[in-house]
């Protein structure tokens, strides 16, 4: 088909994770057959650009969207709402949230925390709903998006993550011009957290059941057939042909650790101390194995926090996933080396280590044994008191229900499943192989070709 006369399919790429699952010749290659694609996404480098040209596509940069406050309170009520009506509220969630936050906002949430009882009576709910859309429009409305709908003539549009605010105002806008829209879940626990889906998505993709049970719970009246199980983009990597060579880069007998952090140094502050004590512990004999021990920081960590653990122990490694651009907080450009990177890292590991991740997926996928701990060092930080709710979230529940991971509940429990796990890294394994039946969906490497299809046959719904 030659490229004058194909069809405009628009993909939007607001966040790093995006950019990593669908900026890759697996996806891309199998669209273009079928449609000219237009790239939207933020302000970008320009090894992004240069990237993006190597794949023969068009883009252009659009201002990511921030709200006004009145709008921001309105949307979290609402989130708040939402959870609390389809049974997603976690109080111990709850709590960890207020915590996060400066003093003099604890009033709002307790305040909220009583709305919310008040809006989850249907009738309100639906006028909360109503209020909520009505604003977002006439403030997107003023955004002049409409201009770049009216170059392009789109006749399709791809959203990667219907909870990302930018990519929800363009397809409002998209939608206003009665143009076809698939939105994907871009993560296991947005559903449950994340509160209310806008119905404006002719079809929903979505990794696994539970989670097309999620929409159903969401949107009991939309049309069952436009939710599609397609898998997960991100997991397809790790099974995919010549991505795993090699074996385990295991010197003098010694077990590769790997330390998957979950956070940032606000939220997990006592991460660079668990791992020096399991470092100690392996000096002091504690592990029955000398370690070879990696530490994968989170993608959106940019402090230094562990660095001090590299220059007194210059055996461990501190590996950052790939470079990130400090002004645009979830922004992050990952090629396909830093890909291959994670893939790698996973295949040499004995075992992974992390907190509650979504690591301990990618791990399971591999077979690879999982400890998640849920204690802290650092008595006097408060904000380590809401590292022992986080296994309470509703997602993560899911996970640990599987009885594919071990929790270490404090340091002697941790040395006591580490050694356990090294002896014998077949345990847990039909916990393992339950995890990724149950919430990775699908996992075949043929993810990207499923997602592709979903697009390409996506048919205007008329029900939402």
Same mark, same amino acid.
């Given at each position: 088909?030659?490229?004058?006369?194909?069809?405009?399919?628009?993909?939007?790429?607001?966040?790093?994770?995006?950019?990593?699952?669908?900026?890759?010749?697996? =996806?891309?290659?199998?669209?273009?057959?079928?449609?000219?694609?237009?790239?939207?996404?933020?302000?970008?480098?320009?090894?992004?650009?240069?990237?993006?040209?190597?794949?023969?596509?068009?883009?252009?940069?659009?201002?990511?969207?921030?709200?006004?406050?009145?709008?921001?309170?309105?949307? *979290?009520?609402?989130?708040?709402?939402?959870?609390?009506?389809?049974?997603?509220?976690? !109080?111990?969630?709850? @709590?960890?949230?207020?915590?996060?936050?400066?003093?003099?906002?604890?009033?709002?949430?307790?305040?909220?925390?009583?709305?919310?009882?008040?809006?989850?009576?249907?009738?309100?709910? $639906?006028?909360?709903?109503?209020?909520? *859309?009505?604003?977002?429009?006439?403030?997107?409305?003023?955004?002049?998006?409409?201009?770049?709908?009216?170059?392009?003539?789109?006749?399709?549009?791809?959203?990667?993550?219907?909870?990302? #605010?930018?990519?929800?105002?363009?397809?409002?806008? *998209?939608?206003?011009?009665?143009?076809?829209?698939?939105?994907?879940?871009?993560?296991?626990?947005?559903?449950?957290? $994340?509160?209310?889906?806008?119905?404006?998505?002719?079809?929903?993709?979505?990794?696994?059941?539970?989670?097309?049970?999620?929409?159903?719970?969401?949107?009991?009246?939309?049309? #069952?057939?436009?939710?599609?199980?397609?898998?997960?983009?991100?997991?397809?990597?790790?099974?995919?042909?010549?991505?795993?060579?090699?074996?385990?880069?295991?010197?003098?007998?010694?077990?590769?650790?790997? =330390?998957?952090?979950?956070?940032? @140094?606000?939220?997990?502050?006592?991460?660079?101390?668990?791992?020096? !004590?399991?470092?100690?512990?392996?000096?002091?004999?504690?592990?029955?194995?000398?370690?070879?021990?990696?530490?994968?920081?989170?993608?959106?960590?940019?402090?230094?926090?562990?660095?001090?653990?590299?220059?007194?122990?210059?055996?461990?490694?501190? !590996?950052?996933?790939?470079?990130?651009?400090?002004?645009?907080?979830?922004?992050?450009?990952?090629?396909?080396?830093?890909?291959?990177?994670?893939? $790698?890292?996973?295949?040499?590991?004995?075992?992974?280590?992390?907190?509650?991740?979504?690591?301990?997926?990618?791990?399971?996928?591999?077979?690879?044994?999982?400890?998640?701990?849920?204690?802290?060092?650092?008595?006097?930080?408060?904000?380590?008191?809401?590292?022992?709710?986080?296994?309470?979230?509703?997602?993560?529940?899911? #996970?640990?229900?599987?009885?594919?991971?071990?929790?270490?509940?404090? *340091?002697?429990?941790?040395?006591?499943?580490?050694?356990?796990?090294?002896?014998?890294?077949?345990?847990?394994?039909?916990?393992?192989?339950?995890?990724?039946?149950?919430?990775?969906?699908?996992?075949?490497?043929?993810?990207?070709?499923?997602?592709?299809?979903?697009?390409?046959?996506?048919?205007?719904?008329?029900?939402?």
């Amino acid at each position: 088909m030659n490229i004058q006369h194909k069809p405009t399919l628009i993909i939007l790429l607001f966040t790093g994770w995006s950019i990593r699952n669908y900026l890759n010749d697996y =996806f891309i290659s199998r669209l273009k057959h079928n449609y000219k694609i237009h790239l939207l996404l933020p302000e970008c480098d320009k090894n992004l650009k240069k990237r993006i040209k190597s794949f023969g596509l068009s883009y252009e940069c659009v201002n990511k969207i921030s709200y006004p406050r009145f709008l921001r309170i309105i949307n *979290f009520i609402l989130i708040s709402t939402t959870n609390f009506k389809l049974g997603y509220w976690n !109080q111990y969630l709850w @709590e960890r949230q207020k915590r996060l936050h400066s003093a003099y906002k604890k009033p709002f949430y307790y305040f909220v925390a009583m709305l919310k009882r008040f809006f989850s009576i249907e009738i309100f709910f $639906k006028l909360l709903k109503k209020i909520d *859309f009505y604003f977002v429009q006439k403030y997107v409305s003023k955004l002049n998006y409409g201009e770049i709908i009216d170059k392009l003539h789109p006749s399709e549009i791809f959203s990667p993550d219907i909870y990302n #605010l930018t990519e929800r105002a363009l397809c409002i806008e *998209f939608r206003n011009k009665n143009i076809n829209i698939t939105g994907a879940v871009l993560s296991w626990d947005h559903l449950t957290y $994340k509160g209310h889906i806008f119905s404006i998505y002719d079809k929903i993709l979505v990794w696994n059941q539970s989670m097309k049970n999620d929409v159903i719970n969401h949107m009991p009246e939309y049309d #069952l057939e436009n939710i599609k199980i397609t898998g997960s983009a991100q997991f397809d990597f790790h099974i995919m042909k010549n991505n795993k060579k090699g074996s385990k880069n295991i010197s003098a007998g010694k077990k590769n650790l790997l =330390f998957s952090s979950s956070g940032v @140094e606000w939220s997990m502050p006592d991460e660079p101390m668990i791992v020096e !004590q399991i470092y100690k512990a392996g000096q002091d004999n504690k592990i029955k194995y000398d370690l070879n021990i990696t530490v994968r920081m989170h993608p959106i960590d940019m402090s230094d926090r562990f660095d001090y653990l590299k220059e007194k122990y210059p055996e461990i490694t501190i !590996q950052r996933p790939w470079k990130k651009q400090k002004l645009n907080y979830w922004w992050f450009t990952p090629n396909q080396k830093d890909v291959e990177l994670y893939t $790698k890292t996973l295949v040499n590991s004995d075992l992974n280590i992390n907190y509650a991740s979504t690591t301990t997926l990618d791990a399971a996928i591999l077979n690879i044994p999982t400890i998640n701990f849920n204690y802290f060092l650092d008595s006097n930080n408060p904000i380590n008191k809401n590292i022992l709710y986080l296994h309470e979230g509703y997602h993560y529940k899911r #996970l640990i229900r599987c009885n594919g991971v071990k929790i270490a509940t404090n *340091f002697s429990e941790m040395i006591n499943h580490i050694n356990e796990y090294l002896d014998n890294p077949k345990c847990d394994t039909l916990g393992r192989t339950k995890m990724v039946d149950e919430l990775c969906g699908k996992v075949d490497g043929n993810s990207y070709k499923r997602i592709a299809e979903a697009i390409i046959n996506n048919k205007k719904a008329i029900n939402i």
